[in-house]
Nanobody, 122 residues
Framework: QVQLVESGGGLVQAGGSLRLSCAASGRSFSSFGWFRQAPGKEREFVAGINWYGSSTYYADSMNGRFTISRDKAKKTVYLQMNSLKPEDTAVYYC?????????????????WGQGTQVTVVS
């Protein structure tokens, strides 16, 4: 059974930081992505990483505040979020894909986690 289990969300003040984790099991993946969905908005790409080559990709709107990484031994992907803003409030989803990501490719893969809520208050 394929599982992507997110953790690390919560309530934080503006300017603060959070680190999200996504533990993967059940199959191998070529790449992972983090997406988010705010109330009343469409789900959007945040960041992506290729599992073996570790190339990383970010949505332009992240402005260098977020960093995606992975720990191969733990089969876990992370999203370090710094300088958080109220507009970062959303449910954050881990996404696993069987394809390699390229710059500008915001396609979602086949597998989703359940999501973790991030709330940033001013």
């Amino acid at each position: 059974q394929v599982q992507l289990v997110e953790s690390g969300g919560g309530l934080v003040q503006a300017g603060g930081s959070l680190r999200l984790s996504c533990a993967a099991s059940g199959r191998s993946f070529s790449s992972f992505g983090w997406f988010r969905q705010a109330p009343g908005k469409e789900r959007e790409f945040v960041a992506g990483i290729n599992w073996y080559g570790s190339s990383t990709y970010y949505a332009d709107s992240m402005n260098g505040r977020f960093t995606i990484s992975r720990d191969k031994a733990k089969k876990t992907v992370y999203l370090q979020m710094n300088s958080l803003k109220p507009e970062d409030t959303a449910v954050y989803y881990c996404n696993g894909a069987t394809f390699l990501r390229r710059q500008g490719d915001y396609t979602a893969g086949e597998y989703w986690g359940q999501g973790t809520q991030v709330t940033v208050v001013s």
